[in-house]
């Protein structure tokens, strides 16, 4: 985990008055308290994530949150799909049972 100074200078040597702006518009939701924040490697990516959008790709801080959020809709539905795939070629335990019986029965011949 590392400080709100530290995460400023890795992201592109960012303001530290804009990463607290970024918080109190809940972009970014680090540990702790004010002045005491400690930000995850997810949080550093987000945040320069938010630079991106707002330098390089010219996102207004009204389109950020919109953004943001559409992201965040995305992955969650990317982790539900990867889930239900892992569910779904997982075998159930009634053919697992089908399955040991015809080995043994094929053992026995």
Do not use: K
């Not at 995850?40 to 943001?68: C, K, S, Y």
Request: proline share 4%; net charge negative.
């Amino acid at each position: 985990m590392i400080t709100l100074e530290t995460l400023c200078i890795r992201i592109g040597n960012v303001p530290v008055e804009d990463v607290q702006g970024w918080i109190d518009s809940e972009w970014l939701r680090p540990e702790g308290t004010r002045g005491h924040y400690l930000f995850r490697e997810i949080d550093e990516a987000r945040a320069r994530l938010i630079r991106e959008l707002r330098e390089d790709m010219g996102v207004n801080d009204e389109g950020v949150p919109v953004v943001l959020s559409l992201l965040d809709q995305l992955y969650a539905a990317r982790r539900q799909m990867y889930r239900l795939r892992e569910a779904i070629s997982a075998p159930r335990e009634s053919e697992l049972r089908g399955r040991i019986r015809a080995l043994l029965a094929s053992l026995d011949d």
